[in-house]
């Protein structure tokens, strides 16, 4: 079995890990892993770990925030030289909240073949157990760390009908769900899934005030990694329709139509010349009134 199809190497592979339990890795990723010349991950020592499980021995060169993009040309070099690579991060699938998005987009931008292994994500693993919608559903990945841009960035999405998914660190759980709860209202269903696939994985089901409640009152239930789904707005605002004839008539009565088209022209976003023109015929029919 030809695990990599491009022979001649010159390939970049996006290679999921699992996210926990190690069991999880597919069939697939652990022959690619096995093959390709050189591995690139986030954190050398971690990867070191997950390949003396799989029995694998490769050159490693780390790609993380901090230096991503001065690892492009190191890479693209590798692979101008014919050599193939796997893009791996400490869990999960690479770029989902982990680094390599510079680098992929970098080398597909220079015509490098990237391919993808696909595998664990925490996002969808979580969704796939939560009881929450998941024919529609918007990925946030992690909120600013302070308080204030937090609650700027939930604000923004309290009204999405979506169900809304978010990572989040332990040191800031708690306060993440206050204010979840103060922003989207504490009735607001949700679900929060600690350890996914580890030992001690947990799912926590409730409004939000109840979620908050949960995990306050057991300090264990606040280590770990935690993956927040939280219900799309039940109710979302409806669009006001805006009766633009009686508007016209109590714009014309001070303004001229053009004028006044152009105001219900910025408020609708239709177009303007027809506004006008029916702002002429309502100006017409007034004045033979």
Known sequence: MNVLPQASG????VVATPIGNLADITERARQVLSAVDLIACEDTRHTQKLLQHLGVRKPLVSVHD???RDRIGQIA???QNGQSLALVSDAGTPLISDPGYPLVQALRGQGFN???IPGPSALITALSAAGLPTDRFAFEGFLPHKSGPRRERLQDVAADPRTLVFYEAKHRILDTLQDMADIFGPERHGVVARELTKTF????SGNLTEL?????????QQKGEFVVMVAGNPAPAAATEIDTD????????ELPPKKAAAIIADLTGENKKALYQRALEIQ????GA
Not at 201 to 204: G, I, M, N, S, V
Not at 246 to 253: D, G, K, S, V
Not at 284 to 287: F, I, L
């Open 201 to 204: 994985e947990t799912f926590y």
């Open 66 to 68: 901090h230096n991503e």
């Open 77 to 79: 070099n590798y692979l």
């Open 212 to 220: 908050v409640a949960a995990i306050s009152a057991d300090d264990d």
């Open 246 to 253: 009686r508007l016209f008539r109590l714009l014309l009565a």
């Open 10 to 13: 010159a390939t970049l592979y």
């Open 114 to 116: 990237v391919v993808p």
């Open 284 to 287: 017409g029919k007034s004045a």
